[in-house]
C-alpha cells in the first residue's frame, strides 16, 4: 500500500526556517518524480517544488526559489522540503504527491493529474 507520512509543519516566525519530511512506503522512492504541494485558506493548490529520480532534476514556483530547497534520501524513502526566509504568504497545508508516470519532473509537473498518490499533510503556519 503506497502511503505518505508528512511531518516538521509548525508555527514560526517570518523570516524562520522549517523542514518538511515525506517518508514514503509501499513503493521505491527513488523510482519517481516526487513533488510538494500547498494549500492555503481560500485558495487553489499550488505546486511548490518537484524533484527528478536525481537530485540534479529540480524545479519550483517563482515565489520559492531561492529560498526552499527539494532534496531527497533515496535510502531513507523520504523526500524533503528546506524552508528558509518564511514569509506570511507561506502559510498553508503542505503535502507531497507521487507523479504516476515519470521518473522526472514533467513540463507541466504543477498539475494536479500527473500525480497517483498524495500525502495527508503538515501544516505550515508564518506568523509573528
Known amino acids: 500500500q503506497v502511503q505518505f507520512v508528512e511531518s516538521g509543519g509548525g508555527l514560526v516566525q517570518p523570516g524562520g526556517s522549517l523542514k518538511l519530511s515525506c517518508e514514503a512506503s509501499?513503493?521505491?522512492?527513488?523510482?519517481?518524480?516526487i513533488a510538494w504541494f500547498r494549500r492555503a485558506p481560500g485558495r487553489d493548490q499550488e505546486g511548490v517544488a518537484c524533484i527528478g529520480r536525481t537530485d540534479e532534476s529540480t524545479t519550483y514556483v517563482d515565489s520559492v526559489k531561492g529560498r526552499f530547497t527539494i532534496y531527497r534520501d533515496n535510502e531513507k524513502n523520504t523526500a524533503y522540503l528546506q524552508m528558509n526566509d518564511l514569509k506570511p504568504e507561506d502559510t498553508a497545508l503542505y503535502y507531497c504527491?507521487?507523479?504516476?508516470?515519470?521518473?522526472?519532473?514533467?513540463?507541466?509537473?504543477?498539475?494536479?493529474?500527473?500525480?497517483?498518490?498524495w500525502g495527508q499533510g503538515t501544516q505550515v503556519t508564518v506568523s509573528s
Open positions: 504527491a507521487r507523479d504516476s508516470i515519470f521518473m522526472s519532473c514533467a513540463s507541466n509537473w504543477y498539475a494536479a493529474f500527473n500525480y497517483d498518490h
Open positions: 509501499g513503493f521505491t522512492l527513488g523510482r519517481h518524480a
